[in-house]
């Protein structure tokens, strides 16, 4: 079993930034791979970011690549979101999940266990 707690989202104003982390328990976080998904009203939940367990090769959604930022720090048992130049079109509920293998998934169904989500509003 695996837990997983997001947090850091809130309302910020387009351009602004925020950092969203994702602290896991329950297992050995370190040979998981990560990804951080969002959901928009009225729309699918999308792959947004991920990073396999040794942190290499992380995946970008092409909507934001050299925006974000996706990290691990293995020793916190924590996932990093970091967000820049925030758009109105990334408001969204994020949510952190864990893939019980070493390489990440591009589709939502290859993730095991998922957090609550966290909101992530951005005004004009």
């Known amino acids: 079993q695996v837990q997983l707690v997001e947090s850091g989202g809130g309302l910020v104003q387009a351009g602004g930034s925020l950092r969203l982390s994702c602290a896991a328990s329950?297992?050995?976080?370190?040979?998981?791979?990560m990804g951080w998904f969002r959901q928009a009203p009225g729309k699918e939940r999308e792959l947004v970011a991920a990073?396999?367990?040794?942190?290499?090769?992380?995946y970008y959604a092409d909507s934001v690549k050299d925006r974000f930022t996706i990290s691990r720090d293995n020793a916190k048992n924590t996932v990093y979101l970091q967000m820049y130049s925030l758009k109105p079109e990334d408001t969204a509920v994020y949510y952190c999940?864990?893939?019980?293998?070493?390489?990440?998934?591009?589709?939502?169904?290859?993730?095991?266990?998922w957090g609550q989500g966290t909101q992530v509003t951005v005004s004009s």
């Open positions: 999940a864990v893939r019980l293998s070493r390489s990440w998934h591009s589709k939502e169904d290859g993730y095991d266990y």
């Open positions: 329950g297992r050995t976080f370190m040979s998981y791979a």
């Open positions: 990073i396999s367990a040794s942190g290499g090769g992380p």
